[in-house]
């Protein structure tokens, strides 16, 4: 071999070389940017595939905390007209027990009257016989109007108490 022919061989085989490392280099540089767009695609799907889930999941804690918020506002507003009923009824008995009290105060001094204004043991006996059967029956009849009302109030105020547990457990059925 001459040196021409060394020198020729050696210029291919650097070419070749060169060739080689370039198509290397090239080939590199494209599998990295193949890469980074792979990558940047599929960061990108799972940014947006995460924000419609984040969002759906926003949208079902705003419905879930709306419901529970009229859940709540309904409750009280169901307790309030309890309360409503249970003040007057409050108020029907207090007015009823203190009017029968004036009744009491009044007919104790009519017995009162009686009794001193009485002229002998038999006027007396009687007066109290009288007096005490009228206490009697006061008595009860006080009773029967105090338990109406009683009754009545409570009837009153668990309507709607009643009316919320049933819209609550139809709800929970239609939820089911």
Do not use: H
Not at 19 to 24: L, P, Q
Not at 52 to 58: D, F, M, S, T
Not at 77 to 97: F, I, N, P, Q, W
């Amino acid at each position: 071999m001459t040196t021409k022919t060394k020198s020729n061989t050696a210029e291919t085989a650097a070419k070749a070389a060169e060739e080689v490392m370039e198509t290397v280099i090239k080939t590199g540089v494209q599998t990295f940017e193949n890469v980074m767009k792979a990558s940047a695609d599929a960061a990108n799907e799972g940014y947006e595939k995460a924000t419609v889930y984040g969002a759906g999941q926003l949208d079902k804690t705003t419905d879930a905390y709306k419901t529970a918020a009229d859940f709540g506002k309904q409750n009280v507003a169901t307790m309030d007209a309890v309360t409503k009923v249970m003040t007057a009824g409050m108020e029907a008995y207090r007015t009823r027990l203190l009017d029968s009290w004036k009744d009491v105060a009044a007919f104790n001094m009519a017995c009162f009257d009686k009794v001193m204004a009485s002229k002998n043991p038999q006027e007396m006996a009687t007066a109290q016989m009288e007096a005490l059967v009228e206490v009697s029956q006061r008595s009860v009849a006080d009773a029967i109007e105090l338990n109406k009302i009683a009754v009545d109030t409570l009837t009153k105020a668990t309507a709607p108490v009643k009316a919320r547990v049933e819209e609550v457990v139809e709800d929970a059925v239609k939820a089911a």
